[in-house]
C-alpha cells in the first residue's frame, strides 16, 4: 500500500518562505516521476511543479523561479522549496506519485496521492 503524506504547510506573509516534504512509503518510487498539485478555493487542481525519474525538473510559469523541487531518492522524500511567496499561491498543496517516469501535467495521470497541507499567504 503506497502512502504519501505531505507537511510543512502553514501562514506566512507574502514574501516569505516555506518547504514542503512529501514522505513516501510502501513502493520504490525512485522508478516514478512525482510532482506537486495545487487547489485554491473554487479553482481547479493545477500543476505547480514536477520531477521525472530521471531527475528532470518542471515548474508552472506562476512559480518558476521562486520555487524550487528536489527529491531525496534514499529517504524516498520530495520536498518543493517555496520562496518569496505571493498571497495567489494560497492553496492546498497536494503531491503525487505518477504511473510513469515521465512529468505530465495532468492530474489524471497520476496514481497516488497524499491528503494535502494548506499553505496560506497573507498580504
Same mark, same amino acid.
Given at each position: 500500500?503506497?502512502? =504519501?503524506?505531505?507537511?510543512?504547510?502553514? =501562514?506566512?506573509?507574502?514574501?516569505? /518562505?516555506?518547504?514542503? $516534504?512529501? !514522505?513516501?512509503?510502501?513502493?520504490?518510487? @525512485?522508478?516514478?516521476?512525482?510532482?506537486? %498539485?495545487?487547489?485554491?478555493?473554487? +479553482?481547479?487542481?493545477? %500543476?505547480?511543479?514536477?520531477?521525472?525519474? /530521471?531527475?528532470?525538473? *518542471?515548474? !508552472?510559469? $506562476?512559480? +518558476?523561479?521562486? %520555487? #524550487?523541487?528536489?527529491?531525496?531518492?534514499? &529517504?524516498? #522524500?520530495?520536498?518543493?522549496?517555496?520562496? @518569496? =511567496? &505571493?498571497?495567489?499561491? &494560497?492553496?492546498?498543496?497536494?503531491?503525487? =506519485? !505518477? /504511473?510513469? *517516469?515521465?512529468?505530465? %501535467?495532468?492530474?489524471?495521470?497520476? #496514481?497516488?496521492?497524499?491528503?494535502? #497541507?494548506?499553505?496560506?499567504? /497573507?498580504?
Amino acid at each position: 500500500q503506497v502512502h =504519501l503524506a505531505e507537511s510543512g504547510g502553514g =501562514l506566512v506573509q507574502a514574501g516569505g /518562505s516555506l518547504r514542503l $516534504s512529501c !514522505a513516501a512509503s510502501g513502493l520504490t518510487i @525512485n522508478s516514478y516521476a512525482m510532482s506537486w %498539485f495545487r487547489q485554491a478555493p473554487g +479553482k481547479e487542481r493545477e %500543476f505547480v511543479s514536477g520531477v521525472s525519474r /530521471s531527475g528532470n525538473t *518542471f515548474y !508552472a510559469d $506562476s512559480v +518558476k523561479g521562486r %520555487f #524550487t523541487i528536489s527529491r531525496d531518492r534514499a &529517504k524516498t #522524500t520530495m520536498y518543493l522549496q517555496m520562496t @518569496n =511567496l &505571493k498571497p495567489e499561491d &494560497k492553496a492546498v498543496y497536494y503531491c503525487a =506519485l !505518477a /504511473s510513469g *517516469f515521465l512529468v505530465t %501535467f495532468n492530474p489524471n495521470q497520476y #496514481t497516488y496521492w497524499g491528503q494535502g #497541507t494548506q499553505v496560506t499567504v /497573507s498580504s
